[in-house]
């Protein structure tokens, strides 16, 4: 991949790299990550969801739990 930035900012890129002690290709990879990862809405819900199960594990709430909250919101629409 070939990418096309001004000298200022390809100076300023190198100087944080060197200083975080990375290259500047892997200072492009973490961005074109997060880019992507930000913008891929199927990447967004694997982690939503697992986020939730997460929480839902630490809370030591299981299927039992969650099925008698659906039927409580159920029974009051």
Not at 9 to 28: D, Y
Request: aromatic fraction near 4%; proline fraction near 1%; charge should be positive.
């Amino acid at each position: 991949m070939i990418v096309r930035i001004n000298p200022e900012l390809k100076n300023q890129v190198n100087s944080i790299a060197k200083a975080e002690g990375k290259s500047v290709s892997e200072v492009v990879r973490e961005l074109l990550e997060d880019y992507v990862k930000n913008r891929d809405i199927g990447l967004y819900i694997d982690d939503l969801w697992q986020r939730i199960g997460d929480k839902l594990t630490s809370r030591k709430i299981g299927l039992k739990e969650i099925n008698r909250a659906i039927k409580e919101v159920r029974a009051k629409k």
